[in-house]
């Protein structure tokens, strides 16, 4: 793994030579990064169809982000590295950590002097790319020419296209659709043991929480003998989560939802917003919910799920059960949504899958073959490069069977699974596209891991809400979201807390929505809808 300052050093000078070459257009013997000969596609060296993509070896400099510590081992990965062989595009990887790439993506920005290729969502953002268009190249030329396989998944699944097109029309990132992605996000999760101790069912309405919380509480269901139980804590804030019932499901943490007639609605001026923190008073007001929620950080909260006596927290929302109760995480299970006043269940997701993902892959001003890095690019478009991008190569980490289906192997003892496919994969990162039909043949162990959630799936997936679209904003937009959010986002949260712990909102309603349009909330809505409005319109 390069360093920091080695990186930038690099990036400077002589990591651009991979795609770089004379002018004259013609082929030169001078020696490429990884051992490479430079080559311009202009002279019969490119094939835009077939193996190899050229036919002496062409090297791109590849930058991506890993989390933490995690290093260049997925570098290592079989397909990979049979892909350099079968298209005789070599690559150069860069791989920087994420608790480095802050101040190093900064200097790369004001430099303007980048690699070739930039893979994943966490290089950059949709401002940094919104901001800087003149060093990313747009890409819809290159998929309608050289990728074909990306260029079927949008018409399969046209997220793809809506995700990557930017304000002005055109795409200048690669998407991405994951495999075997759940469709809801998190989910109910409850202590079973507590009610089997006290002979309760899992709630099914809030009205039954409000009553399985109070039992929890007051009769010991640990049994301990102590008044020791918290039926719900959280760290900060309440969890939105909380307000589902009410039809509350804010996948993008922008206060957006879509309503059922396709109309948006910016919630915390809503009615249903008003009766959820008017629910949320009562179940504080009687000790349901942890009085230090609002004051406790994370820390504090993960030594009460964790705490070595004996479990002391009953409800939350989680990914799987298991996520975070340490030693007690067998007493959880995952239930389904909780009934709202309404008698509807409301359950936050995705309609389409909790699979898609843009800024996967960018392709730079500074290439000089983006031809090359678009035909590589889409070789990891297909059912099986995706799933060996995501867990680890076929034989390595994948069992390919007779009957075409595919199993993830046992990890080696001594490491988690997770840990064992970000050690040989791209993981979450990179172009992949694992279309619903091909996961069909993709199975997986149903008590762990992503299994397990897609086991969880079908107890919430009929609920999901339509979300609030990952949409992307112009550089004005962008320019003027920060100040709105951070003032409005303050306000409501403060709010929040002031009148879960409390009381007071429905004196106090009518000030709270004059002020929030008096700190610029009609611009903030407008930025939301107009964004909106783009991203229906593209096709």
Known sequence: MLSGLTLIAVLGTSVLAGCSGNNDGQKTNAPAANGGTNAKT???????????????????????IRWGNMGDTF????????????????????VVSSNDWGDQKSVMLASGKLPDVIIGDL?????????????????????DKYMPNLKAAM??????????????????SLPARLP?????????????????????????????????????????????????????????????????????????GNHMLVKKDGKTEYYPTSEAYKAGLEWAHKLYAEGLIDKETFTQDGTMLTAKRQNPD???????????????????????????PIAGPDGSKYQLGEPNGMSFRRNEMLITTTCKYPEVAARWADEFYTGEASIQNFWGAIGTTIEKNGDGTYTLMDPPDGTSADAWYWDGSLRDFGPKY???????????DPSSGDGLKLQLDSLGKEYVTEPFP??????????????????????????????????????????????????????????????????QEVK
């Open 434 to 444: 694992a279309s619903p039909s091909f996961e069909k043949n993709i199975k997986l």
């Open 123 to 143: 290089a950059f953002g949709d401002s940094d790319i919104v901001n800087n268009l003149g060093i990313f190249r747009p890409l819809d030329e290159y998929v």
């Open 470 to 535: 990952d949409v992307m904003y112009t550089a004005e937009e962008y320019a003027d979201l920060p100040t709105l959010t951070t003032d409005i986002d303050g306000y409501i949260a403060s709010t929040r807390a002031k009148w879960i712990t409390k009381g007071g909102i429905a004196e106090e309603w009518d000030g709270y929505v004059k002020k929030l349009n008096d700190m610029g909330l009609e611009k903030l809505v407008k930025i939301y809808n107009d964004a909106y409005a783009r991203y």
């Open 155 to 172: 018409q399969e699944s046209p997220e793809l296209k809506k995700l990557s097109t930017f304000p002005d029309g055109k795409m200048y």
């Open 42 to 64: 202009g002279d019969g060296n490119f094939h835009q169809a077939g193996m190899p993509i050229v036919d002496e070896p062409v090297t791109l400099n590849v930058l991506t």
């Open 180 to 252: 075997s992605r759940p469709v809801s996000s998190v989910q109910p999760v409850i202590n079973k043991d507590w009610l089997d101790k006290l002979g309760l069912k899992a709630p099914t309405t809030v009205d039954e929480l409000y009553g399985v919380l109070k039992a929890f509480k007051e009769q010991d269901p640990n049994g301990n003998g102590k008044a020791d139980e918290i039926p719900y804590s959280d760290s900060g804030d309440l969890d939105m989560n909380v307000l589902a019932p009410f039809g509350i499901t804010d996948l993008r």
């Open 75 to 94: 570098t290592k990965n079989a397909w990979l590295q049979d892909l350099e062989k079968r298209t005789n595009v070599k690559i150069n990887w860069q």
């Open 310 to 336: 004996a479990a002391l927290v009953g409800f939350s929302y989680q990914w799987t059960p298991d996520a975070v109760f340490g030693q007690w995480s067998k007493q959880y299970e995952t239930i389904a």
